[in-house]
Each structure stands twice: as C-alpha cells, then as structure tokens.
C-alpha cells in the first residue's frame, strides 16, 4: 500500500489464445459502452487501437517543433561561430556562405527530432517503469509471447462485471482474472 | 468473367512473388523459442569465432596505440598521396552501413514485407559498421585526444571549426548517423526485449532483459504510440541513407584534384554505399540463415530481392564509373583526361582499377538469371566480391587521383605499411566482435514484427475469402500455399 494511493480501483482481465478472439472480444464490449479498454498483446494491432479511443498523439507535433529549433540551432551556431566571433577570411570567400551552413543544419534536424521522438515516446509512456500491477498475474507473461489480453477498467458494479464476464467468455477467453490496483 | 480474370491475377502473382515472405507453420509459442533459442544456448563454435575475433581485435587495438604513440608517420601515408587507407577503409564501412539503414528504414516506409524478419540484423550491422568508421578519421587526426576540437563549443581560444569545410559537415552527418541508427534501432529492440525478459530461463537473464525492456507489457495504448515514434525514427533515418555518404563524397568533390572534382559523386557514393552493404548483409545473413535454421521466415523471397537490389545498384554504379570517364573525355580538361583515361586504367594502380571494374561491374550480372539470385553459394561468394570490390574501389578513388596530381614533379606512389593493415584487417575483427556478442545476446530477428507478419498473412487467408474461393484456387491464388503443397 503506497502513501500515495488515493483510492482502489479494480479491474476486470481477460486472456484470449487468439488475436480474432480477442478483435471480437474487444468490439462486443465496446458496443456493450465499457469504455475504459486497454489490450496487451504480443505484437502491434493497429486495427484494434480504435476501439481503446485514445486521443490522437502530440508527439509528432513536438518532434516537427524540436526538428525545426533543432536546425535553428544549428544553423544559428554555424554563423555565430564563422561569421560572427571570429570570420575568417579565407582566400575572400563570403563571410557568410549560406549553402556550407546547409549539410550540418540538416543533420541538426534530423538529429534533434530523432532525440525528442525517441525520449518523448518512453516519457509519454511513463517508461522505464520496471513494474507494473498486471505483471503480478500468474501466466500474464504469456502476453508478450502468444496470448491477447482485454483489461475492462472501472467496473462499477456486479452487474457491470457479470455482463463484461458473460461478453468476454462468449468471445472465447480462457479466462477472466480481477485485477484489484493503487490508482496513481 | 470472373474466371479469367482470376486466373490472370494468379499469374501475375506467382511471376511477380514466386516465393512467400516466410513458410514458417509454427504457432506463436513455438516461434516464439525458435527465435530467441540462439541467445539461451551457448555453442563451442561461437566460442572460436569470438576468440578469432578478439584476437584480430587486439590486433587493432595495437595498430591503433601504435598509431597514437608514434604519430601517422606510421602509416604509408605522405605527400601527395595524405589520404590513402585510413579514408579508405572509413568510406568504405560507412558505406556498408548504409544498407541497414536503407533495409529497415527506408523499406518500412514502402512497406515492404520482407523487412520483417531481417531488419535488426542489417541495423545492428550499420551500427557496428559506424563504429569501425568512426574510428579511422579519429585516428588519422594525428592528436585523437583533441577530437573534440571539431565541435563547435565555447572555448577560451574563442576558435572554431570552420564549416566551410567538408570535414566538420562528417563530423555532423557520421555522428548524427550513429545517434539516429542507434534510437531506431533500440525502438525497434524493445517488444522482443520483454519477449526475452517473458521467456528467461532463470532470475538473472529476467532481471537483465527486463531492465532494458524498460517495463514494456504491450499494451494497446504503448503500441500505439510505438508505432508513431517508429515511423517518424524511419521517416528521419531515411534522409540519412542519402545525405550521410553525400557529405562523405564531398570531402572529395569539393577538392579541385581531377578524379574527385565531379558532381556525380553525391549519387554515385549513395548508390556504391548500399550495393557494398547489401553485400555484406547477405555475408552475414546467409551463415545466420543456415546455422540457426531460420530458413522459414528468411526465405527465398529475402535473398532474390536483395540480389535484385544488389543488381540495381550496381547498375547504378557502372552508369556512375561510364559517366565519370564520359565527363572527363567530353570536358577535354587535361588533368581529367589524365586521370579517368591513362592513370587509373594503364598506371600503376591499374591492376586495382580493372580487378574493381570487374568485381563491381561484371559479378551483379549473374543476378539477372532468377535462379542465381536464390542460390546460396552464388550469393555468398559474389557478395564478397562486391564487398572486396567496393574497397578497391575507395581505394582507387582516393589513391590513384593524389599519387599523380597536376605536377609530374611531384608524384609519388604509395604503398601501405603494416599499421595500415592491421588497422584494416582489425576493423575487421572489431566488427566480427560486435556482431557475435549481437547474436549472441539480443533477439536478433525481430520477434513481435515476424508475429504480426503472420497474423496478416493468416488474415488475408482467412475466413472470409475461403467462403467466397473453392480451396484449390486459392491454393493457386496464395502462393504461401503454393509452396507448402511442393
């Protein structure tokens, strides 16, 4: 028990042996108005990600951002450095040459947006985050190999958890596991 | 109507994709295991080649204190040949690091599906290809221990690197090059990283894999995100593929010295930068492929586009090395004329510049005939024709236009000393080094994307055209069943 810990929220897990089983799974509770959804499975699926209603991800905008204050940056310290601080006159050639500056305010781009896309997606993910509650399921390993989770959270009530069981057994899931968890 | 029409469709398909993606029939435990056995078994074979490799390291390791203690006057090197095996052997690993790049970055972007099961191999390749190309400008710097004088910081000198020239523009593309190889690289490591860490036989393998899976459990909402940032890290490392070994070549064409001085050379260094690393992919990747028996999901369709873009390229390149003769013949500059027509061809390198032409010329031919581009021992032995090849030809490139310039008086041929070689032939072995402890400890067929692979293939199969197919048909329509019923 965390200090931290304002209050229990249980959720409802489901293990399927398929990726179809648990498409159909996933559609039927959605349609049933279960809105906090989340999957785990083995390997990306993207046709599935609808149906978990996330909003549309900022980071491409921050990554665009950073790319350009990256090449900014870098152009701006290339003339600071050469045309500014210390010109350098070399057999007369424009103190302020434009397309030399070219190749590393690319690569200051590129390289800027590749560090802000990379750490941006684990801090968004709130990774490393070496634990985590459904890990404490016997057998939830198997997720990263060959079995499809449907986690079903803020079930309220035994009516609500009875018709998410009687959906998810319908579909063909294994079996269905309460998963009870500190909210953070 | 329907009929022949289908029947039209089925041609094409089989002449277009005589082989399928991958002909594995395993479940996903099961390929699961089969995938990650080779980092749980150890093997007495590794053991040797790791041993061969940290000696040829060690090897470098000498040449490299030899280097820093002594100064490059250990080397061949001097006036007017200042460049010679050190810029050879960086151009020509950095070049080898482009085809990892351009397999996994660029072919995503095509969606190309055949990238799947090969596209760690060939990244962990660029990586370590970077490293060793890395290592030779630094060396050549005379005092490597002032490296850092070629990045712009504020010091109390108040001097800075002067970006009018070509070399602070490599020192920016070689390393952005790595940083973005690298993030790419470990996007793409972590799913089968926690696949690992899932599948660990005993408590400290678990505790490893799983600090470097970073806590990743799959869920919808990280594959989500995962799959943008994926896509943006290819989108970026792909400009990379061509401007990287176009900064290179203009170190070169920048230079006003006949032989370097062309436009061409941008295009043309790309082009010879990822024919040389498709070969060294196929080196690697055809042991890889028959020691660990992943025949199935490397298949034949894997080595026959390879083979198909090792012949592009190269076609590529013998367009590049006719236009370049073309050019120098057609400005009627002397020097150019000198250079392109009497020293490279009749010189004294000349033996260099026709066993190269013939090495990169001739040998993508044989990938013309079909099935040449799935034969193994085909594949193997003209890749290290290629790879050899493509060193020549940065040899030839850089040594034979300094060693006769414009002035006869100052010619002077060069010839390597044995620091040069085992600079060279250490490279080598760090390679070696690197890419065995990779096989031996990371995943490197990407677990999750050969996964997902199979469950598109099993969709597009799946129940809905089998209601409206009668079996044999799409026996003919599904090549993947086509090869199963050989």
């Known amino acids: 028990m965390s200090i931290f810990s304002k209050r229990r929220r249980s959720s409802l897990l489901a293990e399927f042996a398929s990726p179809e089983e648990l498409a159909r799974a996933l559609e039927a509770l959605r349609t049933a108005g279960y809105g906090e959804l989340e999957t785990y499975t083995p390997f990306d699926m993207p046709r599935t990600t609808p149906a978990l209603g996330l909003r549309r991800p900022l980071l491409p905008w921050l990554v665009a951002l950073a790319g350009l204050a990256g090449g900014i940056t870098t152009y701006w310290i290339q003339w600071f450095a050469n045309s500014w601080s210390y010109p350098l006159n070399v057999g007369g050639r424009p103190l302020h040459p434009v397309p030399a500056f070219i190749p590393a305010t690319f690569e200051g781009t590129v390289l800027t947006a590749a560090l802000v896309a990379f750490f941006g997606l684990f801090v968004s993910l709130r990774l490393p985050a070496l634990w985590h509650p459904v890990f404490e399921i016997d057998g939830f390993e198997r997720a990263t190999v060959d079995r499809f989770w449907i986690e079903v959270g803020g079930v309220q009530s035994e009516l609500d958890a009875r018709q998410m069981r009687h959906i998810a057994n319908e579909a063909g899931a294994l079996r269905i596991v309460p998963l009870a968890m500190e909210d953070r | ?486």
């Open chain 2, 1 to 486: 109507m329907a009929e022949p029409a289908r029947a039209m469709g089925a041609h094409d398909h089989t002449v277009l994709e005589p082989y399928p993606v991958s002909r594995d029939a395993r479940d996903d435990a099961a390929l699961t295991d089969h995938l990650l056995s080779p980092i749980w078994t150890r093997s007495r074979a590794w053991w040797i080649l790791f041993t061969v490799a940290g000696l040829l390291t060690l090897l470098f390791v000498f040449s490299a204190t030899w280097t820093i203690a002594k100064g490059i006057g250990t080397w061949g090197n001097n006036i007017p040949v200042a460049w010679a095996f050190a810029i050879t052997d960086f151009v020509w690993w950095i070049g080898i690091g482009h085809a990892g790049t351009f397999i996994s970055a660029f072919l995503i972007l095509l969606a190309q599906r055949w990238r799947a099961s090969v596209n760690r191999l060939a990244e962990a390749m660029t990586l370590f290809a970077l490293v060793n190309a890395g290592l030779f400008p630094l060396l050549h710097l005379g005092r490597p221990w002032f490296f850092y004088w070629l990045i712009p910081y504020p010091s109390t000198t108040r001097v800075w690197p002067n970006f009018r020239s070509a070399l602070p523009w490599d020192v920016a593309a070689v390393a952005t090059y790595f940083t973005v190889s690298l993030l790419f690289w470990y996007t793409g490591l972590v799913p089968d990283l926690a696949t690992a860490r899932d599948r660990a036989p005993g408590r400290i393998r678990r505790m490893i894999y799983g600090i470097f899976a970073l806590g990743w459990r799959g869920a919808g909402r990280q594959w989500r995100q995962y799959r943008v940032v994926y896509i943006i890290l290819a989108g970026l490392a792909t400009p990379l593929v061509i401007s990287v070994h176009s900064v290179v070549s203009l170190d070169f064409s920048i230079a006003q010295l006949p032989g370097w001085h062309s436009t061409i050379f941008p295009p043309y260094f790309v082009a010879g930068a990822i024919y040389s690393g498709l070969a060294m992919v196929l080196m690697l990747m055809l042991p890889v492929r028959r020691i660990f028996h992943l025949e199935d999901v490397i298949t034949e369709q894997h080595l026959d586009r390879i083979a198909k873009l090792i012949l592009a390229t190269g076609l590529m390149l013998a367009y590049s090395y006719m236009c370049e003769a073309f050019i120098a013949w057609y400005s009627g500059d002397h020097f150019e004329r000198y250079t392109y027509l009497f020293a490279r061809p009749r010189g004294p390198y000349a033996w260099l510049y026709w066993v190269m032409t013939a090495a990169n010329i001739v040998t993508p031919q044989l990938f013309w005939f079909a099935r040449l581009r799935t034969n193994v021992v085909v594949l193997f032995l003209a890749s290290v024709v290629i790879w050899a090849g493509m060193w020549m030809e940065r040899f030839v490139i850089i040594v034979t236009s300094l060693n006769r310039d414009f002035l006869p008086s100052s010619w002077h041929l060069y010839a390597p000393s044995w620091v040069d070689w085992g600079l060279l032939v250490g490279s080598l072995g760090v390679f070696l080094l690197l890419f065995l402890a990779f096989l031996r400890w990371v995943p490197f067929v990407p677990v999750s994307e050969v996964k997902r692979l199979h469950f598109e293939l099993r969709r597009e199969e799946g129940p809905l055209s089998a209601g409206h197919e009668p079996p044999e048909e799409r026996a003919v329509t599904r090549p993947r069943r086509v090869e199963e019923e050989r």
